[in-house]
């Protein structure tokens, strides 16, 4: 859903409807109440989750749920300003700072004052601008570049990033302290492939938008091309289900559809090099080890028609022990209703 918003200026799509944010996934309700909860209060939230999951709509719910909906949601979009020019964009300068500050220039925090400021990708954040941040986190205070005055602020603010952050504070990228500081309340998003069953939702959400933004109409997508997109693994998430269905709302195509998603074999865990050549065998390990126990539970809990007892007895496994690892892999557990097992174990 990141395709909503462009920077700092309006939409591109309107606030799609919660219903349409949600859909109707256990996980995806659950941030709801979280979401409704955590806006009435002034701390900081991190939304964390694979880029294109719609962590910015979800910032910008918690915004206008919130007690400082009338003040400004200004949004920064960290990797996307060069950290010599971040500083400035996001503190502000004094004329005379540097050549060209020809005036005084406000930045983007005193623009969220009484407001909400949104970090997008706060893991690509400098370490010197993360003190920076710190230090205003602390005392909401902050000087301008160029500047002597101390100026206050009072803002609400909300973060997301794609990235490990813990890893990020392990290999030096990260500040510890920061990382306390934005980290009072933690959301993870959902992977697209993780609520498949919102997507035909999702669909028809798109479909209508673009329908009516091109005056055409396409034909209705056929049930087992819809069916086809909650088979396939969604590596761009809801940004990439949104550019599919424009594709298809543009050319009138399903085979807009399809060519993407034929032939995609399900993916295997993958090693990144970094730059330097180094990596730890042992978080490597432990990530791959996760990520196909995570698959292992789902198929298992679908094959048990999402009955947790009866998972837990053919994993041969406790159900508390079965508890805990839905929790730590964030399996979205859609299938389960108002029918809870007993906790025997």
């Given at each position: ?12 799509l ?6 349409v ?114 230090q ?85 997508i ?49 090693v ?27 198929k ?22 079965l ?23």
């Open positions: 859903m990141s395709g909503y918003v462009a920077g700092n200026q309006a939409s591109l309107p606030q799609p409807p919660e219903s944010v949600f859909g109707s996934t256990h996980f995806m309700q659950s941030i709801q109440r979280k979401l409704q909860i955590v806006a009435s209060a002034n701390v900081p939230v991190l939304l964390t989750g694979e880029s294109g999951t719609g962590k910015e709509i979800l910032a910008r719910l918690i915004h206008q749920q919130s007690p400082w909906k009338h003040a400004s949601f200004v949004k920064v979009n960290c990797p996307a300003i060069p950290g010599t020019l971040l500083e400035s964009e996001l503190f502000g300068y004094e004329r005379g700072a540097f050549t060209g500050a020809n005036a005084n220039k406000p930045g983007r925090v005193e623009m969220a004052d009484r407001g909400s400021l949104f970090l997008d990708e706060i893991g690509e954040m400098e370490l010197g601008i993360q003190a920076k941040l710190l205003l986190l602390q005392d909401g205070q902050f000087v301008r570049i160029g500047g002597q005055k101390t100026l206050s602020v009072d803002i609400r603010l909300i973060c997301a990033t794609n990235r490990d952050l813990e890893e990020e504070i392990t290999a030096g990228r990260f500040r510890q302290d920061l990382f306390y500081r934005i980290n009072v309340v933690q959301i993870r998003v959902p992977a697209l492939r993780e609520r498949a069953q919102d997507i035909p939702g999702l669909v028809n959400y798109f479909l209508q938008f673009y329908k009516d933004k091109f005056c055409v109409s396409p034909k209705p056929r049930t087992s091309i819809v069916e086809m997109m909650q088979r396939y693994h969604w590596p761009g998430n809801i940004r990439q289900l949104e550019n599919l269905v424009k594709r298809y709302v543009i050319l009138g195509s399903e085979e807009a559809i399809t060519t993407d998603l034929v032939g995609q074999p399900e993916p295997s865990f993958d990144a090099i970094p730059p330097d050549g180094k990596i730890s065998l042992k978080k490597v390990t432990r990530e791959a080890s996760r990520q196909l126990e995570r698959r292992i539970i789902a298992m809990l679908q094959a048990h028609n999402w009955n947790r007892t009866k998972t837990a007895t053919a994993l041969s496994i406790s159900y508390r022990a508890l805990y690892k839905i929790q730590e892999t964030g399996i979205d557990p859609g299938g389960l209703s108002g029918m809870e097992e007993a906790v025997g174990d």
